[in-house]
Structure formats: structure tokens, C-alpha cells
């Protein structure tokens, strides 16, 4: 069979990412806003997005920010706190301003200090949330600081997650930036409620990369990777053609200076190369004819919406991430594999 040079598919979306805000968020915007058609935006800014009036603000600044020409539609999500008000967040979702609600338990990850400290803190507005269809966002990590940082997504699944499921069954769940076989497992086994994105990073590196070469900054975030039969498992759920897989970045800018320090925190900028990261994951497992279904059409289908009309147009011809992103005002952010090559080129 002939080698596949070039692929079209449907405009994707990216259900998972991080657009920070002012000089940040102008400089990152226009890379997913070149490749993909609208992103769920997440609401862990410092302070965090938790009523309407604040997320339709960040709308309109994300708005603002776009590249002239540029037609890309945030979707906005709802930081969801011990106390927070299930009528802001359903009449927000009603408004047409919230398109999900994202769970971050308390401490698991960058700004998700006022997140959920006990779900039993939150049972009332969740039984809201599944009465008015909204998806919940879920980063699946246990915050027991006894738990093996490897083991944490694995714990979460046992102890919040499968209960969570089981007392909302209407709920409506996303498992984000899923690492682990044993997430791909409960995914697939859990009814059509839930469904889980997959980062490109997370099918690209193991945990090795934290520490080829000496300790890397560049290669952490969390969930962090995990040893290789995980990223073999994800790999195998992604091309799988089942539709509870779909994308979801995770690009999660941070200043050099944030990565590269004694304590350097946690995400990945994947944003600049995204979408040709994941295209050469399908055509490393000679699936390409997948990709569209987890780039453009299962994400929509899971959030009751319609699929992109338009088209991108992706070519072997090679390429690279670009180099550090400059930021208004001296600041500096690193891609992932910056500088590396790249297999396939999205042809504007
Ligand atoms: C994210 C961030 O920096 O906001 N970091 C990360 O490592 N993924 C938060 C998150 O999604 O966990
Ligand atoms: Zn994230």
C-alpha cells in the first residue's frame, strides 16, 4: 500500500486547554486558534472562574486576543468550589455562557487551591448539574499525599470516581488527560456518560523523559506521565475507533522562569504543534483513517454539538516546533519538544 502523504479531516477542537490570560493569553491564542475550531477553556486563573459575569469577562478578553481573521470559539467552564452556587452554574449554562463544569480536587494541581475539598461538600449541585445536562470535567488525581504520585489517578478512579458514577448515573462525566491503562479500563467498561481526552504528550513520552539527560521541567505536568505499558494503553484506546476517546490537550503554558526553578511547576505548552503531534501517533500505528473521528467528531458528539464544517489539511512534509514563544512584556515560554522535528505539517 502506498504511503499516505497527506490527510483531510473535519476542523478539530481541543477539549482540554489553558489560554492563562493578558500578555499570556495573546501569546498563545493564535497557535490553537490557527488548528482548531473552538477549545474548552479552562477556569483555574488566579483568582479562579466561578460565576457567569466572570466567565463571560474572560469570553470576551480571550475574544479580543484573537489574531484578526481568526475564527475560533472558546467554551467556557466553571470552576467548581465547596460553595458553590448551583443556580449560578445552571442559569450561567442556561445563558449560554458555561459549557461544563471542572472539578479540580483541592491541591491536586496547578491553581486548584479552591477546588473540592470533599465531594460530599458538593453532592447538591451535582444532583443540578445532571438534572440540567451540563458535562462535568473531572482532573482525576487523588490528593492523599500518602498515595504514590504514579498511583494517584488509579486511587481517584477507585475512590471518587466509580462512587461518583455510581450516585449520578445521569451524570454526564469527562475523565481528563486520562494516563493510565487502568483509566482506559474504567473507561471502557462505565456506560456512555462517561468519556476521557487524551493528551499528545501523554502518547508521546513516558516517564523517562522527566529525566533523560538530567531532571527536565519541560516534560512534567500532571496527571505526570507514567511507565510505557500506560502509554501503549492510551495509544491503543485513542486509534480504537470507540468514541469515548477524543482530544483534548492539556497545553498548559507556564513562564520559563515558572519551569525552570527549584520548584518548577506542573503543564506542558503543547499548543504550537498539537495537531501534527497526534497525527503522527495515528500514522505511527497506521491508523490515520481514526484520527478524524478523536480530532473532530467524538468531542462534539459527547457535548451534544455539531461537528466542524470546515477542513484542515495536514502533509508529510516535515517541520518543527518552534523555539521558545515570546511573551509581552520579556517573559519567555517553552512548546514541548521545542525545536524538534516534526513529521507532519498542518498546510494553512
Ligand atoms: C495545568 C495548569 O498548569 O494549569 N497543569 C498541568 O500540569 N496539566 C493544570 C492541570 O490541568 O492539571
Ligand atoms: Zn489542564
Same mark, same amino acid.
Given at each position: 500500500?502506498? *504511503?499516505?502523504?497527506?490527510?483531510?479531516?473535519?476542523?478539530?477542537?481541543?477539549?482540554?486547554?489553558?489560554?492563562?490570560?493578558?500578555?499570556?493569553?495573546?501569546? +498563545?491564542?493564535?497557535?490553537?486558534?490557527?488548528?482548531?475550531?473552538?477549545? $474548552?477553556?479552562?477556569?483555574?486563573?488566579?483568582?479562579?472562574?466561578?460565576?457567569?459575569?466572570?466567565?463571560?469577562?474572560?469570553?470576551?478578553?480571550?475574544?479580543?486576543? &484573537?489574531?484578526? %481573521?481568526?475564527?475560533?470559539?472558546?467554551?467556557?467552564?466553571?470552576?467548581?468550589?465547596?460553595?458553590?452556587?448551583?443556580?449560578?452554574?445552571?442559569?450561567? @449554562?442556561?445563558?449560554?455562557?458555561?459549557?461544563?463544569?471542572?472539578?479540580?480536587?483541592?491541591?491536586? =494541581? =496547578?491553581?486548584?487551591?479552591?477546588?473540592?475539598?470533599?465531594?460530599?461538600?458538593?453532592?447538591?449541585?451535582?444532583?443540578?448539574?445532571?438534572?440540567?445536562?451540563?458535562?462535568?470535567?473531572?482532573?482525576?488525581? =487523588?490528593?492523599?499525599?500518602?498515595?504514590?504520585?504514579?498511583?494517584?489517578?488509579?486511587?481517584? $478512579?477507585?475512590?471518587?470516581?466509580?462512587?461518583? &458514577? *455510581?450516585?449520578?448515573?445521569?451524570?454526564?462525566?469527562?475523565?481528563?488527560?486520562? =494516563?493510565?491503562?487502568?483509566?482506559?479500563?474504567? +473507561?471502557?467498561?462505565?456506560?456512555?456518560?462517561?468519556?476521557?481526552?487524551?493528551?499528545?504528550?501523554?502518547?508521546?513520552?513516558?516517564?523517562?523523559?522527566?529525566?533523560?539527560?538530567?531532571?527536565?521541567?519541560?516534560?512534567?505536568? &500532571?496527571?505526570?506521565?507514567?511507565?510505557?505499558? @500506560?502509554?501503549?494503553?492510551?495509544?491503543?484506546?485513542?486509534?480504537?475507533?470507540?468514541?469515548?476517546?477524543?482530544?483534548?490537550?492539556?497545553?498548559?503554558? @507556564?513562564?520559563?522562569?515558572?519551569? *525552570?526553578?527549584?520548584? %518548577?511547576?506542573?503543564?506542558?505548552?503543547?499548543?504550537?504543534?498539537?495537531?501534527?503531534?497526534?497525527?503522527?501517533?495515528?500514522?505511527?500505528? %497506521?491508523?490515520?483513517?481514526?484520527?478524524?473521528?478523536?480530532?473532530? &467528531?467524538?468531542?462534539?458528539?459527547?457535548?451534544?454539538?455539531?461537528?466542524?464544517?470546515?477542513?484542515? !489539511?495536514?502533509?508529510? !512534509?516535515?517541520?518543527?516546533?518552534? %523555539?521558545?514563544?515570546?511573551?509581552?512584556?520579556?517573559?519567555?515560554?517553552?512548546?514541548?519538544?521545542?525545536?524538534?522535528?516534526?513529521?507532519?505539517?498542518?498546510?494553512?
Amino acid at each position: 500500500m502506498a *504511503e499516505t502523504t497527506g490527510i483531510t479531516i473535519r476542523r478539530p477542537d481541543d477539549w482540554h486547554l489553558h489560554l492563562r490570560d493578558g500578555d499570556m493569553l495573546r501569546a +498563545v491564542l493564535p497557535f490553537t486558534a490557527r488548528q482548531f475550531a473552538r477549545a $474548552i477553556v479552562m477556569p483555574n486563573l488566579a483568582p479562579p472562574v466561578t460565576t457567569a459575569a466572570a466567565a463571560e469577562a474572560y469570553r470576551q478578553r480571550i475574544a479580543d486576543a &484573537l489574531p484578526p %481573521g481568526a475564527s475560533f470559539t472558546p467554551l467556557m467552564t466553571c470552576y467548581l468550589t465547596d460553595d458553590a452556587d448551583a443556580d449560578e452554574i445552571v442559569d450561567g @449554562h442556561a445563558a449560554g455562557i458555561f459549557t461544563a463544569v471542572k472539578l479540580y480536587p483541592a491541591g491536586a =494541581t =496547578t491553581n486548584s487551591a479552591n477546588g473540592v475539598t470533599d465531594m460530599d461538600n458538593v453532592l447538591g449541585v451535582l444532583e443540578r448539574i445532571q438534572e440540567a445536562g451540563i458535562p462535568l470535567l473531572v482532573h482525576g488525581e =487523588t490528593t492523599d499525599p500518602d498515595v504514590d504520585i504514579f498511583h494517584r489517578e488509579a486511587v481517584f $478512579i477507585d475512590r471518587t470516581l466509580a462512587p461518583l &458514577l *455510581e450516585r449520578f448515573p445521569g451524570l454526564k462525566v469527562v475523565f481528563e488527560h486520562i =494516563t493510565t491503562s487502568d483509566a482506559v479500563d474504567f +473507561v471502557l467498561a462505565a456506560g456512555d456518560t462517561l468519556a476521557a481526552t487524551v493528551t499528545a504528550h501523554h502518547l508521546m513520552i513516558n516517564r523517562n523523559a522527566l529525566f533523560e539527560g538530567g531532571l527536565n521541567p519541560h516534560m512534567y505536568c &500532571l496527571p505526570v506521565a507514567k511507565r510505557e505499558p @500506560h502509554r501503549l494503553a492510551l495509544r491503543k484506546a485513542v486509534v480504537s475507533g470507540v468514541a469515548k476517546f477524543f482530544l483534548g490537550t492539556d497545553s498548559a503554558p @507556564h513562564a520559563l522562569s515558572a519551569k *525552570e526553578a527549584a520548584c %518548577g511547576c506542573a503543564g506542558i505548552f503543547s499548543a504550537p504543534s498539537a495537531v501534527e503531534h497526534y497525527a503522527q501517533v495515528f500514522d505511527e500505528e %497506521g491508523a490515520l483513517d481514526q484520527f478524524e473521528a478523536f480530532a473532530s &467528531l467524538n468531542g462534539p458528539m459527547f457535548y451534544g454539538l455539531a461537528a466542524n464544517d470546515e477542513t484542515i !489539511t495536514l502533509k508529510k !512534509t516535515g517541520g518543527s516546533v518552534p %523555539g521558545d514563544v515570546s511573551v509581552e512584556g520579556g517573559v519567555a515560554v517553552k512548546p514541548f519538544l521545542a525545536g524538534q522535528p516534526l513529521t507532519w505539517a498542518l498546510v494553512d
